[in-house]
């Protein structure tokens, strides 16, 4: 059983930065691939980034590659999202997920795959 929890989410002017954090309870953390998802307001979840248990394989969307940054730390049961130059369109509820999973490099990126998964964060960009 893994229990998250995010924090870092908030209100930023369009350019700006934030940072997600997750934290992960138990002592399986590393045994979990990770995953951040968005829902914006009458959309759907989506993935939006994954890192592989190892934090050495990431996978991000289009919309976010090159502004977003996903990173973990297996000693601290946490796992990131670095948000940058943020757009009013990223304004969404932030989860993040744990798969289990025996692989140290698979990322994943479905949601039908993740067990676990956090209340979420609000994250809303004004233009």
């Known amino acids: 059983q893994v229990q998250l929890v995010e924090s870092g989410g908030g209100l930023v002017q369009a350019g700006g930065s934030l940072r997600l954090s997750c934290a992960a309870s138990?002592?399986?953390?590393?045994?979990?691939?990770m995953g951040w998802f968005r829902q914006a307001p009458g959309k759907e979840r989506e993935f939006v980034a994954g890192?592989?248990?190892?934090?050495?394989?990431?996978y991000y969307i289009e919309p976010v590659k090159g502004r977003f940054a996903i990173s973990r730390d297996n000693a601290k049961n946490t796992v990131y999202l670095q948000m940058n130059s943020l757009k009013p369109e990223d304004t969404a509820v932030y989860y993040c997920?744990?798969?289990?999973?025996?692989?140290?490099?698979?990322?994943?990126?479905?949601?039908?795959?993740?067990?676990?998964w956090g209340q979420g964060t609000q994250v809303t960009v004004s233009s």
């Open positions: 997920a744990a798969d289990p999973t025996d692989s140290w490099v698979a990322v994943v990126t479905t949601t039908e795959e993740y067990d676990y």
């Open positions: 890192i592989s248990r190892s934090g050495y394989y990431t």
């Open positions: 138990g002592r399986t953390f590393s045994r979990n691939a």
